[in-house]
């Protein structure tokens, strides 16, 4: 049986797996859009890579207050 801590580890790791694929994701259409795209299509895929980075970072950020705050639920 897996207690709270626990849950809150696998939690904070999923989140972070989560971050890093939509890091890469967000890095690789930065690259293609700012290389070999051109026009229209290369606004867009710019334009869907910070979206990708900046949720990248929200989802970060929920990993880590989740681990700066869970101290404070214990005894």
Do not use: F
């Amino acid at each position: 049986m897996a207690t709270a801590d626990q849950d809150r580890a696998a939690t904070r790791r999923r989140r972070l797996l989560w971050s890093g694929i939509l890091a890469v994701a967000g890095l690789a259409l930065l690259v293609v859009g700012l290389t070999i795209a051109d026009g229209t299509a290369a606004w867009i895929e710019v334009a869907a890579a910070i979206a990708l980075l900046v949720a990248s970072y929200a989802v970060q950020y929920l990993a880590r207050r989740e681990t700066l705050y869970s101290s404070d639920e214990r005894p």
